[in-house]
């Protein structure tokens, strides 16, 4: 410890400490911002449904083998039961973040989660 | 046919910046080898040299070595010219004037590390700032800055610590021990 003491001044902990308060002031500018407000439902590829997430609500979509049911709480948003056989949507559990989605493939409902700012789920160099 | 010798005049302090810059080269190649969890996120030893040249013997030289090393190392790495250089040269120029700035604080409160940690807020800033208006525009990579500020306040707090320690030394000892 001494070592780092001898060779950081005063000004030296202001700047790091600046610098570290910068930091935190970014992520939480940049990570807070994706809060999402509204589920997009969509059932074989077209908009079924846009509905806020200040409301909490179960609702049921119709697609090709039967009726996949959501429901909305909490600001969350889940794919509560569905007829697909492999049932990966409604594994996925609650959605909170905007741009998080859940798909049902063999049903062709959809449920996506979006905010102000629309969240990438990839980004490629 | 006689061999004609093409020789520059060169002065000691030609040498001693060439110097300098090779150190540093020989870190940037080093770097190389350590991998990287996001492109753009490196230690940036060579910027110790940098420090130590700035806080030794002014700007002028520090901008000297900074940039030879760039060039030079995009020769070495095989990036010359490519976007990867020009990225490390935005870097190094943003630095540069920072350091500028910076260096003027007083010498009582602020030292290598506030340099240091100045340089490589500034050195990811130009960086982002050329990969967004040349590479990448797309507003997605603001999710990554946060991980790049936290990047330049640790490597350069332990490069501005590291650079403190040799500039502290006597400059003898420095010549036998880097």
Not at chain 1, 57 to 76: A, D, T, Y
Not at chain 2, 91 to 109: D, K, Y
């Amino acid at each position: 410890m001494s070592y780092i003491s001898n060779h950081l001044k005063i000004g030296d902990w202001l700047v790091l400490f600046a610098g570290a308060l910068f930091t935190l002031w970014l992520a939480s500018l940049v990570w807070h911002g994706g809060a999402a407000d509204k589920a997009v439902i969509r059932s074989g590829g077209k908009l079924f449904r846009e509905l806020p997430l200040s409301r909490d609500l179960e609702l049921e979509v119709p697609g090709p083998l039967g009726n996949s049911k959501i429901s909305i709480r909490n600001h969350q948003a889940r794919i509560a039961s569905d007829p697909s056989p492999r049932q990966y949507c409604v594994r996925q559990g609650w959605l909170k973040q905007a741009g998080e989605i859940a798909i049902c493939l063999p049903n062709q409902v959809s449920l996506e989660l979006t905010g102000s700012s629309k969240r990438y789920d990839s980004l490629s160099y | 046919m006689t061999a004609s010798v093409i020789k520059l005049a060169t002065t000691a302090d030609d040498h001693h910046i060439a110097r300098m810059a090779a150190f540093a080269l020989g870190l940037t190649v080093l770097e190389a080898a350590i991998p990287s969890p996001l492109p753009g996120v490196k230690p940036g030893l060579a910027n110790i040299v940098t420090l130590i040249v700035l806080a030794r013997y002014g700007w002028r030289v520090a901008a000297w070595v900074s940039l030879l090393r760039v060039v030079a190392g995009g020769l070495v790495m095989g990036s010359f010219l490519s976007p990867g250089f020009f990225l490390s040269l935005s870097g190094a120029v943003c630095s540069l004037a920072i350091l500028a700035a910076c260096h003027n604080l007083p010498q009582r409160w602020f030292g290598a590390v506030t340099h240091s940690i100045f340089a490589a807020f500034a050195h990811i800033a130009g960086q982002l700032l050329l990969v967004y208006f040349w590479l990448i525009p797309h507003a997605g990579l603001a999710y990554l800055l946060p991980i790049f500020a936290a990047a330049a306040l640790i490597f350069g707090t332990v490069n501005g610590l590291i650079a403190a320690r040799f500039t502290a030394m006597p400059e003898s000892h420095e010549e036998v021990t880097v």
